[in-house]
Nanobody, 115 residues
Framework: QVQLVESGGGLVQPGGSLRLSCAAS????????MGWYRQAPGKQRELVAR???????YYRDSVKGRFTISRDNAENTVSLQMNSLKPEDTAIYYC?????????WGQGTQVTVSS
């Protein structure tokens, strides 16, 4: 079993920035894909961004140019730098790690964008 522990959520004004971090309890393997999902009240969980061990990234259209995902395989972490935050970014953000035959989730961290 792998534990994913998120940190960095909070309350920020529109236009502000937050950095989310996720630490895995085991070494990150080359087949691991790591990502961030979010779920707003009354909505389905959606993929925000993900990154492979080789550095290939995916972003949903609504966050392109504002969010940056990165991973540190030596530290077993993945981060999400969120800039120019909007009220519609408000959600619980979940760290995700998946590979052949396995998938793990963090407990989630709340991000609230409000004036």
């Amino acid at each position: 079993q792998v534990q994913l522990v998120e940190s960095g959520g909070g309350l920020v004004q529109p236009g502000g920035s937050l950095r989310l971090s996720c630490a895995a309890s085991r070494k990150i393997f080359s087949l691991d894909v790591m990502g961030w999902y979010r779920q707003a009240p009354g909505k389905q969980r959606e993929l925000v961004a993900r990154i492979t061990s080789g550095g290939s990234t995916y972003y949903r259209d609504s966050v392109k140019g504002r969010f940056t995902i990165s991973r540190d395989n030596a530290e077993n972490t993945v981060s999400l730098q969120m800039n120019s935050l909007k009220p519609e970014d408000t959600a619980i953000y979940y760290c995700n790690l998946y590979g052949p035959g396995y998938e793990y989730w963090g407990q989630g961290t709340q991000v609230t964008v409000s004036s």
